[in-house]
């Protein structure tokens, strides 16, 4: 069984993204975040769709961060799955508060030793009624954990399952883009009503483009703050209103201003800001449409914390 806290270290300190900008990223030491009374909440609802809240840095104060998240506006938050070994810790979270939803899935860079057994596991996870994903999943040619044929059956397999379970996936891309949209295209999701996201998109126009074509939603995290990154901001000007999500990826890829700090759920809010800028919007403009398209996409009633399945 992989250990899931070392898939932390290695996994995602996260992307070519973080190279964006010169400061020092998420180093292990700032384990204390600072106050956020800079947030205020002000009836704004906004969904962070990518937070791993079960990962070791949030073991210490993790009632706090869901607090501080919902004073922030923060009122929905998806956990994804690494493996299956952090599979229980994240239902575990997803039981334990009620706006925290969970994804299964085994990321590439867990997948060394993947086994088709493991597909019957995550099928079992799956039925879990807060599990509104399969994720998160894909390619990753930057960490060399996991061979690249391996890394294809893996990711072929659970893009199966998660058509056969009517759910959408959440990809994980880093230097892969023209083999994840291979996959993708010939995968039974293309097309599929809610397929999933592209989760803290990285990529160029053009994968962006045959992504959306396929119903793909993309996802934005920390780097759309980042000074550097203009690239990305015109990407997040051009994307389909109804297919962007906002996301954090905490404890990794911290928005400006806390760059270099832990980050959590609640500065989910400096992507929505940067974003409202980008697309001359107002807030909670952007927190309306970004939470609309989340509850859309993972079938969660807006009333009630409950998944909808279509089968
Ligand atoms: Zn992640």
């Known amino acids: 069984m992989i250990e899931s806290d070392t898939g932390y270290e290695t996994r995602d300190t996260d992307s070519e993204l973080a190279s964006l900008d010169s400061s020092p990223v998420n180093s292990p030491e700032l384990v204390n975040t600072p106050p956020l009374s800079a947030i205020p909440s002000d009836g704004i609802s906004l969904f ?4 791993h809240l079960d990962a070791g840095l949030f073991t210490e104060d993790i009632e706090a961060v869901v607090e501080r998240a919902a004073a922030a506006g923060v009122t929905r938050m998806v956990v994804p799955g690494l493996d299956l070994g952090n599979a229980a810790a994240v239902l575990a979270l997803a039981e334990h508060f009620p706006d925290v939803h969970a994804a299964v899935g085994v990321h590439p860079n867990s997948a060394a030793g993947w086994r088709d057994e493991w597909i019957d596991r995550l099928r079992e996870l799956a039925r879990h009624p807060k599990v509104v994903a399969i994720g998160e999943i894909g390619l990753d040619y930057y960490w060399d954990k996991t061979p690249p044929e391996v890394q294809h059956k893996a990711l072929a397999q659970q893009l199966e399952l998660a058509a056969e379970l009517s759910l959408p996936v959440i990809i994980h891309n880093r230097e892969a883009s023209a083999d994840i949209i291979d996959m993708l295209a010939t995968s039974p999701l293309n097309g599929h009503e809610r397929p999933g996201v592209l989760h803290s998109f990285s990529g160029d126009w053009a994968t962006a483009e045959a992504a959306l074509a396929m119903g793909f939603y993309l996802g934005f995290t ?22 962007i999500l906002i996301e954090t990826d905490a404890p990794y890829l911290t928005p400006h201003p806390y760059r270099g700090k832990r980050n ?6 400096f992507v929505a800001e940067r974003l409202a800028e980008v697309r001359n919007l107002s807030l909670s403009e ?9 509850l859309r996409l993972f079938g969660i009633d807006s009333r009630q914390s409950t998944t909808v399945r279509n089968n």
């Open 286 to 294: 952007v927190a309306e449409i970004t939470t609309a398209n989340a």
């Open 222 to 243: 920390g780097p759309l703050t980042y000074k550097k990154a203009d690239d990305l901001r015109a990407i997040a000007a051009r994307v389909p209103l109804d297919h």
């Open 264 to 269: 959590e759920p609640a500065y989910v809010r």
């Open 48 to 51: 962070d769709t990518h937070c």
